[in-house]
Antibody
Framework: QVQLVESGGGVVQPGRSLRLSCVASGFNFHNFGMHWVRQAPGRGLEWVAFIWFDGSNKYYADSVRGRFTVSRDNSKNTLYLQINSLGAQDTAVYYC?????????????WGQGTLLTVSS | NFMLTQPHSVSESPGKTVTISCTRSSGSIAGYYVQWYQQRPGSSPTTLIYEDDQRPSGVPDRFSGSIDSSSNSASLTISGLKTEDEADYYCQSYDTSNRGVFGGGTKLTVL
């Protein structure tokens, strides 16, 4: 079955950088688009980024464009989210999600999330 | 940018049917697939409906999705309500600028 396991969260000081990872299993990772979604404490879901199955196209929310970079290594079945210039507004649980096909905006499967807390 | 507007909360009794709306502020609701997600407290979201009205395997047919072009909105209908359906529900779609958007979420209380 599809399994998505995020990691890399923790407590990080403002201004620092961090890379989140999402290891996928149970499906042909290289055939599917992948998304990052975050949820600040007590708030709703916020779409963050989307990368096509082959990495050829990447899209970002306005709130993170320029500071966040989504990437993937299909040989390692792993999705990444590089976050630079961390601020308090980035404190959230970050989820990776698998799309239903290579370039789809339909999120079908979700990971358990990794909590990032930005604090001095 | 467009927005997806959902009611903040809805409530209904066990065994009844409830409908949660999701209204798109600009752009045609029919032009971009709508998805619905359920999030129980302390858990990750799960997908109930994708591509407007498709159910992933394992999702009961008590859950159904539809769109209405006249009101530019999507709806999630849950029939035969169970106490376990108490959760937050989110709609989601995208636009031609390749931006994804979630609705603000609807808290369903089954009382």
């Amino acid at each position: 079955q599809v399994q998505l396991v995020e990691s890399g969260g923790g407590v990080v000081q403002p201004g620092r950088s961090l890379r989140l990872s999402c290891v996928a299993s149970g499906f042909n990772f290289h055939n599917f688009g992948m998304h990052w979604v975050r949820q600040a404490p007590g708030r709703g879901l916020e779409w963050v980024a989307f990368i096509w199955f082959d990495g050829s196209n990447k899209y970002y929310a306005d709130s993170v464009r320029g500071r966040f970079t989504v990437s993937r290594d299909n040989s390692k079945n792993t999705l990444y989210l590089q976050i630079n210039s961390l601020g308090a507004q980035d404190t959230a649980v970050y989820y990776c999600a698998k799309a239903d096909i290579g370039d789809s905006w339909s999120l079908l499967n979700w990971g358990q999330g990794t909590l990032l807390t930005v604090s001095s | 940018n467009f927005m997806l507007t959902q009611p903040h909360s809805v409530s209904e009794s066990p065994g009844k049917t409830v409908t949660i709306s999701c209204t798109r502020s600009s752009g045609s609701i029919a032009g971009y697939y709508v998805q619905w997600y359920q999030q129980r407290p302390g858990s990750s979201p799960t997908t109930l409906i994708y591509e407007d009205d498709q159910r992933p395997s394992g999702v009961p047919d008590r859950f159904s999705g539809s769109i209405d072009s006249s009101s530019n909105s999507a709806s999630l209908t849950i029939s035969g309500l169970k106490t376990e359906d108490e959760a937050d529900y989110y709609c989601q779609s995208y636009d031609t600028s390749n931006r994804g958007v979630f609705g603000g979420g609807t808290k369903l209380t089954v009382l």
